[in-house]
Nanobody, 123 residues
Framework: QVQVAESGGGLVQAGASLRLSCAGSGRTFSTYVMGWFRQAPGKEREFVAAISWMGSSTRYADSVKGRFTISRDNAKNTVYLQMNSLKPEDTAVYYC????????????????WGQGTQVTVSS
């Protein structure tokens, strides 16, 4: 079992950058695939990015490819989401989650979730 908690959200202008962090607890953190999802008001939760347990493989939603980068530091039990060239449509609550399914992209494949961190991008 693992617990995760997000941080780093905020209010920024379009074109700016933000880095989200997800701190995990538990000795088995490094054995989980980690993912980021987001949910905008009135919309369903959607996949953003995932990273393999060693960090050697990643997967991204088309909407963020080339702008967002997911990474992890297992020594610190932390996963990051570097977000560059932010757009107003990136505004959402961002969630970190853990899965045992390789590079999972569906929310039902993730068992452990954080509380989320708000990202707001103004135009």
């Amino acid at each position: 079992q693992v617990q995760v908690a997000e941080s780093g959200g905020g209010l920024v202008q379009a074109g700016a950058s933000l880095r989200l962090s997800c701190a995990g607890s538990g000795r088995t953190f490094s054995t989980y695939v980690m993912g980021w999802f987001r949910q905008a008001p009135g919309k369903e939760r959607e996949f953003v990015a995932a990273i393999s347990w060693m960090g050697s493989s990643t997967r991204y939603a088309d909407s963020v490819k080339g702008r967002f980068t997911i990474s992890r530091d297992n020594a610190k039990n932390t996963v990051y989401l570097q977000m560059n060239s932010l757009k107003p449509e990136d505004t959402a609550v961002y969630y970190c989650a853990a899965s045992t399914t390789p590079l999972a992209t569906s929310s039902y494949q993730y068992s452990y979730w954080g509380q989320g961190t708000q990202v707001t991008v103004s135009s």
